[in-house]
């Protein structure tokens, strides 16, 4: 087995592969405070809860946007899975063609994100990920890295807002019946949902406008995604799963050379 793990500004998610097929996946919120132990033992009862064995897992692999837990999260993989984690950008190519230059790396899974698209879904396309940032990312007809763009995602925005305005109240992230409402809850949506939800349509017309590919596929992944793909035409795709099976695709890769 493999164990893929996709370290996010908020979650860490966990997913554990049998070949190509992905056996299940779990979550634990991202704290730099947690010991190696707590990752270790929580990693290890979801695989007794579901009759999985650690001792199983062959090797590990992850990509992190969150340096500062790396440390304590390879020595809770090497404690209780007994395996030295392979890192994307740490020794580990992703193996996204670039067709733009520039210094700057593109983010480990941001990366496994559109190699996975590419083989799942095929280019040109636009990939989405709806997370503690939202990013756009675009491929063109060759399968290359041609830019993208980062905002503040929904929950961030949102919490601004609500942080910042004393007499707003928290609400939850739906979308309202209409633009024009009677309740501070409704306004609030109204605004930050449907808000978001256009602002993230004018960034994929840009971006397909700049590919030259005015049908370019869109695929939309993170906590997030069904929200806003639910209320938009321009997502043709929701893969949750993406960022992991892009990482299962690395690895597959890599495994032969080493």
């Given at each position: 087995?493999l164990?893929?793990i996709?370290?996010?500004?908020?979650?860490?998610?966990?997913?554990?592969?049998?070949?190509?097929?992905?056996?299940?996946t779990?979550r634990?919120?991202?704290?730099p405070?947690?010991?190696?132990?707590?990752?270790?033992?929580?990693?290890?009862?979801?695989?007794?809860?579901?009759?999985l064995?650690?001792?199983?897992?062959?090797d590990?692999?992850?990509?992190?946007?969150?340096?500062?837990v790396?440390?304590?999260?390879t020595?809770?993989v090497?404690k209780?899975?007994?395996?030295?984690?392979?890192?994307?950008?740490?020794?580990?190519?992703?193996?996204?063609?670039?067709?733009?230059?520039?210094d700057e790396?593109?983010?480990?899974?941001?990366?496994?994100?559109?190699?996975a698209?590419?083989?799942k879904?095929?280019?040109?396309?636009?990939?989405?990920?709806?997370?503690?940032?939202?990013?756009?990312?675009?491929?063109?007809a060759?399968g290359?890295?041609?830019?993208?763009?980062?905002t503040?995602?929904?929950?961030?925005s949102?919490?601004?807002?609500?942080?910042?305005?004393s007499?707003?109240?928290?609400?939850?992230l739906a979308?309202p019946?209409?633009?024009?409402?009677?309740?501070?809850v409704?306004?609030?949506?109204?605004?930050?949902?449907?808000?978001?939800i256009?602002?993230t349509?004018?960034?994929?017309r840009?971006?397909?406008e700049?590919?030259?590919?005015?049908?370019?596929?869109?695929?939309?992944?993170?906590?997030?995604?069904?929200?806003v793909?639910?209320?938009?035409?321009l997502?043709?795709?929701?893969d949750?799963d993406?960022?992991?099976?892009?990482?299962?695709?690395?690895?597959?890769?890599?495994?032969?050379?080493?």
């Amino acid at each position: 087995m493999l164990l893929a793990i996709d370290v996010g500004n908020t979650n860490i998610c966990f997913g554990i592969y049998e070949g190509a097929e992905l056996l299940g996946t779990f979550r634990l919120k991202t704290d730099p405070d947690r010991t190696s132990d707590e990752i270790g033992l929580f990693a290890c009862e979801y695989f007794r809860r579901f009759d999985l064995s650690p001792e199983a897992v062959e090797d590990v692999i992850i990509a992190s946007v969150v340096p500062h837990v790396m440390y304590t999260l390879t020595n809770a993989v090497m404690k209780y899975f007994g395996r030295r984690p392979m890192i994307i950008d740490d020794g580990v190519d992703p193996g996204l063609a670039m067709g733009v230059s520039g210094d700057e790396r593109l983010g480990p899974d941001r990366s496994v994100a559109c190699v996975a698209a590419i083989e799942k879904y095929h280019a040109p396309c636009i990939v989405l990920d709806f997370g503690t940032a939202t990013t756009l990312d675009a491929l063109n007809a060759k399968g290359e890295y041609m830019g993208g763009c980062i905002t503040a995602g929904l929950r961030v925005s949102a919490d601004a807002l609500t942080g910042r305005a004393s007499l707003l109240p928290r609400v939850e992230l739906a979308r309202p019946e209409k633009v024009l409402n009677t309740t501070a809850v409704g306004h609030i949506q109204a605004g930050i949902v449907l808000g978001y939800i256009g602002a993230t349509e004018h960034l994929v017309r840009l971006a397909r406008e700049e590919l030259g590919v005015p049908d370019c596929k869109v695929i939309a992944t993170g906590g997030l995604a069904r929200l806003v793909a639910d209320n938009s035409e321009l997502i043709q795709v929701v893969d949750r799963d993406l960022v992991l099976d892009g990482l299962r695709m690395v690895y597959q890769r890599e495994k032969g050379p080493r």
